[in-house]
């Protein structure tokens, strides 16, 4: 069985910086898929970044480009992401996901993803 737990969430104020971890459990193939996504209360959740551990790339929303990093380590068991620059529109859920796809660009949302995390909260505050 796949479960991934995330750790790392916080308030912060304006400017900081948090990391956010996320350990996978379970079997996957070789290559798959990680993500980030987060989430406000009343609005979809939006993908913030995500990586194939098959391909070289990773892919940030606009929003995040230049502030947030996403990483994994090497064993593809766990996955990461840095984030500096804090602003209070960064404040919402965070959630880890995975699934068994290619994900070669940024075209992926919350139905592309069959495993999550259980969410962390990152509060910003001004």
């Known amino acids: 069985q796949v479960k991934l737990v995330e750790s790392g969430g916080g308030s912060v104020q304006a400017g900081g910086s948090l990391r956010l971890s996320c350990s996978i459990y379970?079997?996957?193939?070789?290559?798959?898929?990680m993500a980030w996504f987060r989430q406000t209360p009343g609005n979809e959740r939006e993908r913030v970044a995500n990586?194939?551990?098959?391909?070289?790339?990773?892919y940030y929303a606009d929003s995040v480009k230049g502030r947030f990093t996403m990483s994994r380590d090497n064993t593809k068991s766990a996955m990461y992401l840095q984030m500096a620059g804090l602003k209070p529109e960064d404040t919402a859920m965070y959630y880890c996901?995975?699934?068994?796809?290619?994900?070669?660009?940024?075209?992926?949302?919350?139905?592309?993803?069959?495993?999550w995390g259980q969410g962390t909260q990152v509060t910003v505050s001004s």
């Open positions: 990586l194939y551990t098959g391909g070289r790339s990773t």
């Open positions: 379970g079997y996957f193939p070789i290559d798959y898929c």
């Open positions: 996901a995975a699934d068994r796809r290619v994900c070669s660009g940024g075209d992926v949302g919350r139905s592309d993803f069959t495993y």
